[in-house]
C-alpha cells in the first residue's frame, strides 16, 4: 500500500508543484501508516529527483524514455507504477497536465477522482472526504470518494511544504507500455521573464482603469519590484491590451496567490470567482463604491497612475531597509 | 467531418449561490441557467466554423433533465444540427462521461469537443474520462483547433509556453479561451431551433464514484482597511507586519 504522487516534468524540467504534491501526499501517507511513491518522467538529473525527499517522498520511479506530456503513454505509465506499488492514494497536480491525466486515470480504474481540491482529505473509515472549490470559488464542497482507490488532483498554492533534509531512492522504471498517438511538435516559450500566473505567490493585477495598454509600464513595474506575476481583467485581454493567457475570473484562470494587488479593476462578480482565493487582497480605484473593495483586506481610493508608481517606490524603500 | 459537442448547463454567472437541503444541494430557486460558456462560446462555435469548412454535421449532447431544454434550444438556434439528451441527472463526472461514452460508441464521430471545465463543478474531467472509455487520444484546455483532412493540429497553453500538438482523428479536445469568438444567435437560428431534432435516449443505471456530502460558503471577509493614496509606506508596513506577505 503506497500513495503515489505524479509529478509533471514538462520538457526536461520537474515542475513546481511537484514540491506541493509530494508535500500533500505525505500527509495523507501518514495518516494511513504508509509512503509516497514519485512517478515521473524524461531526463531529469538524480539529485533534483532524490531532493524531493525533502518533501516527504521515499522512493522516486522516473521513465527516462518518455519526453513528452502524451497522455496515453503518461496514462500507462501512471497506471503501471500504481500496480506495482498498490497505491490506493494518487494524487496530481490541478494543471494541464494533471487535468489530462487523472481523468482519463479515474475512467480507467473506476477510481474516484476529487478534481481541484484544496485541502487535506478527512478520512472516515474507507471514504475520503475532500474538500474543493466549486462555482468559481465562490463556494466549497465536501466530496466523498467511494472507491478503493482515491484520485485527488491538489489546486496550486493551496498547501505550504515545509522541507526537511530526507533524500528519496531513485529507481528506473521503465515498464512495457504503448506509446499514445499525439505527436508532439513544439513548444513556442512565453515571453515571461517572470513567474507564471498559476503559480506565482504574488499577482499584480490591472483593468479597464489603466485605459491603454501603454500604460501598463507602472504594473509591470510594481510586480517587478514585487517578483510578481502579472493579470489582468477579462475586457482588457479581449481588446488586445494584453495577452489572454493574463486574463483572471470565472472565464479566465482561477488563482490563489498570498497576495493580489488590482488596479483600475470594478471587481465584477465573474472577476471576483477567479482571485477570492487569494490570501490578501489590495484594491486602488478611484471609485470609494467600486465592488472590488467589500471583497478586499485593504483599500486605497485612489489614481492608478499615482498610486501604483508611489506603492513601487515604498516596495523598493522597504527592501532596501530589510 | 461529424462532430460532437458536450454541453452542460450552469448557472448565469452572476447567480446567487446558496444551498437548500441541509447544504447538499445547490438552491436552483430563483437562478437563470445558461449553456456552459466554455461549451458554447468556444466548444460548440468552433465546432461550427469547422463544419463550415469542411461540411458534416454538429451533434450536441447533454446528460440531463427535462429542465435543460430550454439551453438545448438555445444550442441549436447557434447553429447546432441536432440535439441528444441523455435523461438523466448527472450525479458526478465518471457518471456524467460515461453515459455519454455509451451514446457515442459506434457512433464514429471523427471529433468530440468539450468545454474547458464547467463553471459550476469546475472539475474539468468529463472530457478526459470520456476520451479513455472510448479509447481516443485527448487534449486538454486547448485554445486552437485546425482541422486538415483526417489531421488535426492543436495548441494549447502550458505554463511555460504554448504547445504545439498533431493527431489523427478520431480525438477529443477540451476547448478554452482563444478557440473561436461567441455568436449570438439570430432570429432565424431562433425559429430554425424548434423544429430541429431532439431525441432523448434512456440513460444506463449506473453508480457515482463520488459524491458531493456537503457545500459550504467561505467566510466572508471584513471591512476592508482603507489607507491613504498618499501613504503607500504604510500599505507596505501592513502587508509586511500585519498580513505577512511580503
Ligand atoms: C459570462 C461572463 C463571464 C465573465 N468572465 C469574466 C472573467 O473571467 N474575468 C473578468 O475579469 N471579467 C469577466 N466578465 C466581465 C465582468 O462582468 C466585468 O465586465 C469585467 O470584469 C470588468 O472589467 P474591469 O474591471 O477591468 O472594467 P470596468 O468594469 O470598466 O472597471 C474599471 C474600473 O477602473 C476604475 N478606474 C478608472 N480609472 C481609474 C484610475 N485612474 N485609477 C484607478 N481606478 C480607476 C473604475 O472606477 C472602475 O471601477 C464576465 C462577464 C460575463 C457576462
Ligand atoms: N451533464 C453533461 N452533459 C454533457 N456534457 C457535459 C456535462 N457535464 C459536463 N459536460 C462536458 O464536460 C466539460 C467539462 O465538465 P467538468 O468535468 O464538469 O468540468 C463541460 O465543459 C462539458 O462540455
Redesign the interface.
Known sequence: MSVLVFADA??G?LAKSASETVYYGKKIADKLSSTVTVVTYGNIDQATLAALGNYGASKVLVNPEVTD?N??TL?ALCVEAAAAESATVIIFS????G??????????L???????AIAIPEMEGDTF?VR????????????????DIKLISLMPNSVKPVQTDAQASVENFTPEITT???????????STEGV????AE?VVSAGRGLKGPDNWGIVEDLAHE?GAATACSRPVADIGWRP??E?VG???I?IRP??YIAAGISGA??HL?GV?GS??I??INTDPEAPF???????????AF??LP??T???K??KASN | MKILVCISKAPDTTAKISFTENDTRFNEDKVQFIVNPYDEWYALVRALELKEQHGGTVTIVTVGEPDVDPIIRKALAIGADEAVRINAAPVDSYFTAKQLAIYAKDKNFDLILTGKETINYNGSQVGGMLAELLELPYVSVARKLDVNGTEATIERDLPAGTEVIEGSLPLVVTCAKGMAEQRIPNMRGIMAARTKPLTVVEAADLKPLTTIIKYSLPPSKGAVKLIDPENMDELVSLLHNEAKVI
Open positions: 514538462p520538457h524540467k506530456e497522455d496515453q496514462t490541478f494543471d494541464p497536465t487535468k489530462m491525466l487523472a481523468p482519463r486515470i479515474s475512467a480507467k473506476e477510481a474516484g477522482l476529487v478534481a481541484g472526504v474543493k472549490n466549486v462555482f468559481s470559488g465562490k463556494a466549497f464542497a465536501d466530496c466523498a470518494i467511494h472507491t499514445g498517438k499525439l505527436r508532439f511538435k513544439e513548444l513556442k516559450a512565453i507564471p500566473l498559476t503559480e504574488t514585487l489572454h493567457h486574463h470565472q472565464t479566465g482561477a498570498n497576495l462578480i465573474q470567482a477570492n490570501k490578501v489590495v484594491v473593495f467589500k471583497a478586499a483586506d485593504y483599500g486605497v481610493i485612489g489614481d499615482e498610486v508611489r506603492l517606490e515604498a516596495i524603500k522597504f
